[in-house]
């Protein structure tokens, strides 16, 4: 199963969602409390699933970041699931937060404190202008998204009007 969390224009919600079941076919999408935002699941893989957004021509998708896994959105176990993943990072690396509806968490500190127990376990180099990976944290509400992605595994696509 691969989780996407995807953005659109406010009010295009409703296009990115036959977007993606246009060109993912077996998708459910969920909106989120958050407009532009929704969440997709698909039984595709990862490489799979970017592929074809990759090669659809998007009207309403901005943007396709893959999630690994999905958390409660507090710092114990978005760290326990940062850590776990990073042990696949082979190079340089960032993290990179978003934190959308939590007042607990603050998407610098959370980078920054990843980032410190990722080098500190790992030994890892951080590269913050081009990491060969990137450890993203999409915090929405009480959910927390963690997954590690190479750069050409997040997905950005003009948005025509």
Request: cysteine-free.
């Amino acid at each position: 199963m691969t989780v996407l969390l995807v953005t659109a224009p406010q009010g295009r919600e409703g296009d990115a969602i036959l977007e993606l079941e246009w060109a993912l076919e077996k998708v459910k999408v969920k909106g989120t409390d958050w407009k532009g935002v929704l969440l997709a699941e698909t039984p595709l893989s990862r490489e799979e699933a970017l592929e074809r957004l990759k090669r659809f021509e998007t009207q309403a998708i901005q943007r396709v970041i893959p999630l690994e896994v999905l958390v409660p959105a507090r710092r114990e176990e978005i760290e326990e699931a940062a850590l776990k993943l990073a042990e696949k990072i082979d190079g340089t690396f960032a993290v990179r937060a978003k934190v959308r509806g939590n007042k607990a968490l603050k998407a610098r500190e959370l980078e920054i404190d990843l980032g410190s127990l990722i080098v500190e376990r790992y030994g890892l180099k951080v590269n913050l202008s081009e990491p060969e990976y990137t450890l993203v944290v999409e915090v929405i509400g009480k959910k927390a998204g963690v997954g590690v992605l190479k750069p050409d595994e997040m997905l950005r696509f003009e948005v025509k009007d």
